[in-house]
């Protein structure tokens, strides 16, 4: 390991000493004039000397404009709130190409990413955040249910509008609460209780047979 380690520095950092691949350079050159003067070559080998020099010379400058990938920042675990998130987002968001949405930051769970967050927060909070996908709400880590429910609950809504042309709630009622009656009613928003520990499914079950 030590000697792998040892072979990835020397490869990198010869060729950043310019006085060493100067001298590379020249010795190419003097050999090939050498070989001459002991064999009565010449110029042959001078010239093959100097463009082999020359071209290690290139070679060894062109390398050293290599630039070595920098690192990712580590971020620091910091303390935030709801309020703080919300503020990152909508900058985050301002930022992106027209077409591109903020939720490229939710995850499968409605987890925010926070880590593309980071650059803004100066930091990675210390605990999870989730959003809406369809309403864009954001709520903290005791209120994630809302971020599931609401996306489930948007869907059902929308699918009720586009089938009934209007909302499904009461005309009467002043705090227009969405009612859940009517949304049933209409095979828009079916959910089941399963035989598991009384676990919701939007699977339809068997009918249970009664002639036994």
Request: net charge positive; charged share 30%.
């Amino acid at each position: 390991m030590d000697r792998e380690h040892d072979r990835r520095n020397f490869k990198y950092t010869f060729p950043r000493t310019p006085g060493l691949r100067v001298a590379v350079a020249f010795i190419w050159p003097i050999i090939g004039y050498l070989i001459d003067l002991v064999f009565d070559l010449f110029p042959y080998m001078t010239v093959l000397g100097s463009v082999g020099g020359l071209g290690v010379y290139i070679l060894l400058s062109d390398r050293t404009k290599k630039i070595p990938k920098e690192t990712e920042k580590a971020w620091p675990i910091i303390e935030t709130n709801v309020e703080e998130i919300k503020k990152a987002v909508r900058i985050y968001s301002e930022q992106l190409p027209k077409g591109v949405y903020r939720t490229i930051l939710v995850k499968e769970d409605n987890r925010i990413d926070v880590d593309q967050l980071a650059p803004i927060l100066k930091g990675i909070p210390s605990r999870n955040f989730y959003m809406s996908k369809e309403t864009y709400d954001i709520f903290d880590e005791e209120e994630k249910y809302l971020a599931l429910t609401i996306d489930k609950v948007q869907k059902a809504v929308d699918l009720y509008v586009k089938e009934h042309n209007e909302y499904p709630m009461l005309p009467y009622d002043p705090l227009n609460r969405v009612n859940y009656y009517q949304l049933l009613k209409a095979h828009c928003l079916e959910l089941y209780i399963t035989n598991y520990d009384g676990l919701v499914t939007h699977k339809k079950p068997k009918k249970k047979s009664t002639g036994n």
